[in-house]
């Protein structure tokens, strides 16, 4: 019985620690307001900003924003303002992999089925061959 609560238990958190989502590197010209997804800036100072999906907007030459804001010791503090484009480094932009995603699901129902036949089916023994 803890086998079979560990096996659904790992099938239930496989998709929290596999993640479906991956980082796309874009440039400044190709933010779009927060609809696509959660933004991450390196600014020019090393500093790294990170917006979530719809907690940010564009200017002509600028982000304004709500985030949190990480330095150098690894500290997230909470982030209200403006970046303008000449500070950024760099642009990424975390999106869902939906091929990721598929082939997770895909994964997860086949470990299912498999599951539950080798728990449903009569298992062999050498008794029974014997008898054959």
């Given at each position: 019985?803890?086998?079979?609560?560990?096996?659904?238990?790992?099938?239930?958190?496989?998709?929290?620690?596999?993640?479906?989502?991956?980082?796309?590197?874009?440039?400044?010209?190709?933010?779009?307001?927060?609809?696509?997804?959660?933004?991450?800036?390196?600014?020019?100072?090393?500093?790294?900003?990170?917006?979530?999906?719809?907690?940010?907007?564009?200017?002509?030459?600028?982000?304004?924003?709500?985030?949190?804001?990480?330095?150098?010791?690894?500290?997230?503090?909470?982030?209200?303002?403006?970046?303008?484009?000449?500070?950024?480094?760099?642009?990424?932009?975390?999106?869902?992999?939906?091929?990721?995603?598929?082939?997770?699901?895909?994964?997860?129902?086949?470990?299912?089925?498999?599951?539950?036949?080798?728990?449903?089916?009569?298992?062999?023994?050498?008794?029974?061959?014997g008898h054959l």
């Amino acid at each position: 019985m803890k086998k079979i609560i560990t096996i659904i238990l790992l099938i239930i958190l496989f998709p929290y620690l596999a993640g479906c989502y991956s980082l796309k590197e874009i440039t400044t010209e190709e933010i779009e307001d927060g609809h696509k997804g959660k933004l991450i800036i390196l600014a020019n100072d090393l500093v790294k900003y990170e917006f979530e999906k719809n907690m940010y907007s564009v200017t002509a030459d600028s982000l304004y924003g709500y985030g949190t804001r990480v330095n150098a010791e690894e500290e997230e503090l909470p982030f209200k303002g403006t970046i303008a484009f000449n500070d950024i480094r760099s642009v990424q932009l975390e999106q869902i992999n939906l091929a990721a995603t598929g082939c997770l699901g895909l994964g997860i129902f086949t470990i299912v089925i498999i599951l539950v036949f080798a728990i449903a089916s009569p298992e062999i023994s050498p008794v029974s061959i014997g008898h054959l």
